[in-house]
């Protein structure tokens, strides 16, 4: 069965400074990653996805993630933090087929 | 405009009833999804389909039924054997196995 653990309930850090949001995944076979953000109330918006390559993606925003398969992680990656980056972030493994599982969440704080 | 929609944004339901949750898609995707997000649990899988007339129950089926009729649609019945249904209730629909999903806006649902 496939899982998606992402360690961190909270991750707060300084406007400029980079910030690190962790993944770890559980999926049989290659598995295909994803990261979503989430404003209050709102629906998913999709970031960027890992399916097969570079093991460095970039997405939207200036986020980019890292894939380590050995580690099974696919942390979240960003240089240089904004105030508006503060959300909710999800992980989401998907297996060959069409079943999405999602982790718990890491909301993310960032202070002016 | 492409996109998926979710109808009503807010549903207040009594004790004892069923409520169906409406989801509609006009991007063309095989997929569709409906997932529970409750605060600190992050979005778990009720019911996924692949294909017209056919659906797999995900990790929290039970006390909610989908039907899957047409491409575009994939109503969500919430029902009065779901004994915690207060919850944000998303729907999402993607392609082919490695496309990121696309997110309605969610229903709140709330039992009075």
């Known amino acids: 069965a496939q899982s998606v653990a992402q360690p961190e309930d909270q991750v707060n850090v300084a406007e400029g400074n980079p910030l690190t949001v962790k993944c770890t995944y559980s999926?049989?076979?290659?598995?295909?990653l994803f990261w979503y953000v989430q404003y209050p109330n709102r629906g998913l918006q999709f970031l960027l996805k890992?399916?097969?390559?570079?093991?460095l993606v970039k997405g939207s925003y200036g986020f980019e993630a890292e894939f380590n398969k050995s580690q099974t992680s696919f942390h979240l990656k960003k240089p240089s933090a904004l105030v508006s980056d503060s959300a909710l972030y999800f992980c989401?493994?998907?297996?060959?087929?069409?079943?999405?599982?999602f982790g718990a969440g890491t909301r993310l704080f960032v202070k002016a | 405009d492409g996109g998926i929609t979710q109808s009503p944004k807010y549903l207040f339901r009594k004790e004892g009833q069923n409520v169906t949750l409406s989801c509609e898609q006009n991007?063309?995707?095989?997929?569709m999804y409906w997932y529970r997000q409750d605060p600190g649990q992050g979005l778990r899988l009720i019911y996924y389909?692949?294909?017209?007339?056919?659906?797999q129950k995900g990790d929290i089926a039970e006390g909610y039924s989908v039907s899957r009729e047409k491409k575009e649609s994939f109503p969500l019945t919430v029902t009065s054997a779901q004994k915690n249904p207060t919850a944000f209730y998303l729907c999402?629909?993607?392609?082919?196995?490695?496309?990121?999903?696309?997110f309605g806006q969610g229903t709140r649902l709330t039992v009075v």
């Open positions: 989401a493994v998907r297996d060959g087929g069409f079943k999405t599982i």
């Open positions: 999926v049989s076979g290659n598995p295909y």
């Open positions: 890992y399916i097969t390559g570079d093991n």
């Open positions: 991007l063309n995707h095989d997929a």
């Open positions: 389909s692949q294909i017209v007339n056919d659906f």
């Open positions: 999402a629909s993607a392609g082919g196995g490695n496309t990121e999903a696309f």
